[in-house]
């Protein structure tokens, strides 16, 4: 038990570090983590769960508080940012903490539908996903003023994706993500203030433990579709449901994130089928049994509590440096680190599909369409894959 609760303590804390830099991503992260070879396999699958939910709570720091640009720009950026520029960054990261923890709270009695779900339906899935990717591209697209120029950004994304994705480069993933959704905000950033706004320590919001019941059910659905994300769900539920307010769309958008990584754990099991790169990692380690599941499961909720606990600490420290230093100086220099990171990872041929990616998305900012539409680099590629193209 000690030594489990080790590994449990020493994930959370690698997790805390990747979360906090901006530009790692969760999958790339536990993909790694598998290669540290163990004579535990039990306490390394430990390791990486506990490792990618931690990250998933963590992120939203760098997400929210770097690369917001100037308050002109914020119709075009990411909620997180704008809140940020009105004073609320701490709001905007607790805000997710909760939909993280409530969704993880309902996810678990959800576990048990899903699971009959994927069984019956998983292998009649692949026959109607390409019309599910048509669906959720028109719908993202309808929501969108310009729908001309969310279509040009799809497209570019979609064919950018297919030519990259299929290619040599190591790490691909990281260089269009990186480029799509990190290096835009940040440059943008070095045309803002030196400081960002005082921040408020007082919480505004408030959201029951209910509203994590649709994220919940949402993180599940997704876990039978690969290819589309949380971003996507939160556009298309958008365009359903009425226009979500910043505040609802972070607190949806970071319960995906974490139910996302809980429903994986469930595919696994179930169909032995991977849709995180947690997932891939565990596959790698450990045999997938009713056990190991229950086992992962109790690592992932003893993880998330701590994690939003952690995050909350970590983001009052942050405020704080952010606050002293000028923000232009640590976007720039949180620019030079992700050049260097894709360089070093994915190589030159990488940094220069990041630097188009970041072109394209910076053409759709200044269209003032959302950056989700980049995601197309994923979903048009799997489209193409389902229709044996």
């Known amino acids: 038990m000690i030594e489990e609760a080790s590994w449990l303590f020493g994930g959370i804390i690698a997790g805390a570090i990747s979360g906090i830099m901006p530009g790692i991503h969760a999958n790339t992260v536990a993909v790694v983590a598998a290669y540290f070879q163990s004579g535990n396999s039990t306490g390394l699958a430990i390791f990486i769960v506990a490792m990618g939910i931690t990250h998933s709570f963590v992120d939203a720091i760098p997400s929210i508080f770097l690369g917001a640009p100037t308050e002109e720009e914020s119709l075009a950026i990411l909620p997180g940012h704008e809140l940020l520029l009105k004073g609320k960054g701490l709001e905007a990261v607790q805000i997710t903490i909760a939909g993280g923890l409530a969704t993880t709270l309902f996810a678990i009695p959800l576990l048990l539908p899903l699971f009959s779900l994927a069984s019956k339906y998983s ?5 109607i996903l390409p019309a599910i990717i048509a669906l959720t591209v028109i719908l993202m697209v309808a929501g969108e003023k310009d729908k001309a120029a969310a279509m040009a950004l799809g497209i570019i994304s979609g064919i950018l994706g297919v030519m990259v994705l299929g290619s040599s480069i190591k790490e691909p993933v990281l260089s269009l993500v ?4 990190a290096l835009p905000g940040l440059i943008l950033a070095l045309r803002g203030k030196n400081k960002i706004p005082q921040q408020q320590q007082k919480i505004e919001g408030e959201f029951s433990v209910s509203s994590g019941f649709p994220s919940a059910v949402t993180s599940g659905v997704l876990a039978l579709l690969p290819a589309i994300g949380p971003s996507q769900a939160a ?3 958008n365009t359903i449901a009425g226009k979500l307010s910043r505040e609802q769309y972070l607190f949806f958008s970071g319960g995906i994130n974490t139910g996302n990584l809980l429903f994986g754990l469930l595919m696994l099991f179930s169909t032995g089928k991977t849709r995180t790169g947690m997932a891939v990692a565990l596959q790698n380690i450990v045999e997938m049994d009713l056990g190991m599941l229950l086992l992962l499961l109790g690592a992932a909720l003893a993880s998330a509590g701590i994690a939003a606990l952690l995050t909350i600490f970590l983001a009052k420290k942050c405020i704080k440096l952010l606050q002293i230093i000028d923000y232009r100086i640590v976007s720039a220099i949180t620019i030079i680190f992700l050049l260097g990171l894709v360089a070093f990872v994915c190589g030159p041929i990488g940094l220069l599909v990041m630097l188009i990616a970041c072109s394209g998305a910076l053409a759709g900012i200044f269209s003032k369409v959302k950056r989700s ?7 048009l590629p799997t489209f193409l894959f389902y229709l044996g193209l």
């Open 235 to 237: 556009t298309i539920v």
């Open 178 to 181: 990186s480029g799509f959704f």
């Open 123 to 127: 292998g009649f899935l692949p026959a």
């Open 373 to 379: 539409h980049c995601m197309a680099f994923l979903l």
